[in-house]
């Protein structure tokens, strides 16, 4: 069992940055693929970026490369999502999200657990 909670959403201006977190509980969070996605009012849920158990692949959507990196710390249970250039289309709520392949994983079906989710909103 793996519990996930975000933090760092918040309100940000156009062209500022956001550094979300998801902490995890359990002592195989290394273990686990990682993935963030989010939700904007009135859409699908969406891939946004996914790293492996051991950090060294990541992938990104099309819509933030460049501008989002993935990363995770395996000594202290957390993944990161670090958001620069941002713009007023990447509000949404933010979800990590973990799955127990380990690997780099795009499709929602395949996470195993989930958080809570984080409100990010971007201002023009």
């Known amino acids: 069992q793996v519990q996930l909670v975000e933090s760092g959403g918040g309100l940000v201006q156009a062209g500022g940055s956001l550094r979300l977190s998801c902490a995890a509980s359990?002592?195989?969070?290394?273990?686990?693929?990682m993935g963030w996605f989010r939700q904007a009012p009135g859409k699908e849920r969406e891939f946004v970026a996914a790293?492996?158990?051991?950090?060294?692949?990541?992938r990104y959507a099309d819509s933030v490369k460049g501008r989002f990196t993935i990363s995770r710390d395996n000594t202290k249970n957390t993944v990161y999502l670090q958001m620069n250039s941002l713009k007023p289309e990447d509000t949404a709520v933010y979800f990590c999200?973990?799955?127990?392949?380990?690997?780099?994983?795009?499709?929602?079906?395949?996470?195993?657990?989930w958080g809570q989710g984080t409100q990010v909103t971007v201002s023009s």
């Open positions: 999200a973990a799955e127990a392949s380990g690997l780099v994983v795009v499709t929602q079906m395949e996470y195993d657990y």
């Open positions: 359990g002592r195989t969070f290394s273990s686990y693929g």
């Open positions: 790293v492996s158990w051991s950090g060294r692949s990541t």
